[in-house]
């Protein structure tokens, strides 16, 4: 009797073996839509309910599949926006959600909690392994050096920090730059804007942060530039020592809007996962208007009405989203030290883009354009920049002497046509005869060859030996008006 029972035992535990196997072996039943229509950037699926940011796959007649995402609905209607060229696209073509998982992270490593995770959302490859690459906004290799190998992956967007629990900004960051070094210090965690027209050396100016920063990482996010600028910032701005500590990001002018809109917030992503191990992250994206035009591109295509010179709300909203992920981390982390460019369209500073950025980043160096054209590198206007950050990064001793040269640039500069035609009479004017005397010293502080380095320490160094000779009637005489 036990016998008999021992072998039907046997029998049923058979049977529910290879059930089990058969059933892990089978494809599941996929669930999918339809494509209903496509105009412009804009496809619209149905058959399907999918949060707003789900992944999806396109057929295509050919075989092959688009990759898209869901950036809004109505009703039973799905708004998708393509990663790629919607080229080969049939009514009807089959719309797949793609399910991504979550690579769980190796024992030991601290990571900060994430938002919830969907299964559907778009996730990223992040990790030491990504230093020396370049990437697409999508994370796959623009570098042809083989495969992108990473532990693991991690959210596009990513739950933001407590402000209470974010570590203030106590720390300078050396740059390798003379003039911001000295006169426009920057903190590490702080989020800076580099306003510039075109073609006035903001790409100098980053590359050569990039190269003689003191952040232990850095990571560029090259988004709407022109695809002929992606090969020489990294080949001649960054350089082979800078890359080796360097995660590129470039989503160029050619590709779809939210690949550019991807391609910022993956940037993002990079700079998360190295602060959150502890490391100190130097985050350039070049440009957050481009970014912004992306997403102002995606907004209308959905039928979101134009607000501020055709910019609709949700643009205002993506920015200060996209903005406050940098910064410094929780008590004891890293921190993203960050740039980020702002065109100015004519070179006109009331630009709706520029003056969002102004409002919510922690200062702002402006590049002149007329200080480009006399040769004056780099070009920043230092009466129109400032540092948000900098009185509590700097001694007492240090800001006066940031004071004064300030006031006598300014103070030429004012009074730079009288001195021009020669109307200005000698010794009228104490401030101004001192101001005419050290504008040479002033001017030459200012400039840099791009190739060369100014530490921190050595930019004060100068910045003090300036202030030497005539110190005492200064400190007595020079008062701001």
């Not at 046997?10 to 105009?39: A, I, M």
């Not at 940031?402 to 001195?419: A, P, T």
């Amino acid at each position: 009797m036990g016998t008999g029972l021992s072998k039907r035992d046997d029998l049923w535990r058979d049977f529910f073996t290879n059930y089990k196997d058969l059933v892990s072996e089978s494809t599941p039943l996929q669930v999918s839509g339809h494509l209903t229509r496509v105009s412009g950037l804009v496809m619209e699926a149905e058959g399907l309910k999918l949060a707003v940011g789900s992944s999806c796959m396109v057929s295509t007649p050919q075989g092959s599949s688009v990759a898209a995402e869901v950036v809004g609905f109505s009703g039973d209607r799905l708004f998708l926006m393509p990663l790629t060229d919607v080229h080969g696209l049939a009514p009807g073509a089959s719309v797949v959600p793609v399910r991504i998982a979550e690579t769980p992270p190796k024992p030991g490593i601290a990571r900060r909690p994430q938002r919830p995770i969907d299964g559907l959302a778009r996730h990223m490859p992040v990790g030491p392994g990504l230093l020396g690459r370049v990437l697409d906004g999508a994370g796959q290799p623009l570098d042809r050096l083989g495969p992108i190998v990473t532990d693991h992956t991690a959210p596009l967007q990513s739950r933001p920090y407590n402000p209470l629990e974010r570590e203030p900004i106590r720390t300078s960051l050396d740059v390798g730059v003379r003039s911001i070094n000295a006169l426009l210090c920057v903190g590490r965690g702080q989020r800076m804007g580099l306003f510039a027209g075109s073609g006035v050396g903001k790409s100098v100016l980053l590359g050569m942060m990039a190269r003689y920063t003191s952040a232990d990482v850095i990571v560029v996010g090259l988004i709407g530039e022109r695809g002929r600028e992606v090969k020489e910032f990294i080949e001649q701005i960054l350089g082979e020592e800078g890359l080796a500590r360097s995660v590129v990001v470039a989503a160029p002018a050619d590709t779809s809007p939210l690949l550019r809109m991807q391609g910022a917030s993956y940037a993002t992503t990079i700079a998360e996962y190295f602060r959150d191990q502890g490391q100190h992250v130097l985050l350039i994206m070049d440009s957050l208007t481009r970014y912004a035009m992306a997403q102002r591109e995606i907004a209308l295509a959905i039928g979101e009405p134009p607000a501020t010179r055709g910019y609709p709300p949700s643009v205002f909203a993506k920015l200060p989203q996209l903005v406050e992920r940098a910064g410094n981390g929780a008590e004891g982390s890293g921190s993203i030290t960050a740039f980020y460019t702002v065109l100015t369209e004519g070179d006109d500073p009331q630009d709706p883009i520029a003056d969002s950025a102004r409002a919510i980043l922690d200062g702002h160096i402006v590049l002149s354009r007329s200080l480009a054209d006399q040769g004056h590198y780099p070009a920043i206007d230092i009466e129109s920049s400032i540092s948000r950050v900098m009185t509590s990064l700097i001694t007492p001793d240090h800001f006066d002497l940031v004071r004064r040269f300030k006031y006598l640039y300014s103070r030429y500069q004012r009074s730079r046509d009288l001195i021009s035609v020669g109307a200005y009479v000698a010794g009228s004017d104490p401030d101004l005869d001192l101001a005419i005397a050290m504008h040479p010293k002033l001017e030459s502080f200012l400039t840099q060859g791009m190739m060369d380095q100014e530490s921190y320490t050595d930019s004060l160094k100068k910045l003090t030996e300036m202030f030497d000779i005539g110190s005492i009637h200064m400190k007595n005489s020079i008062q701001p008006r």
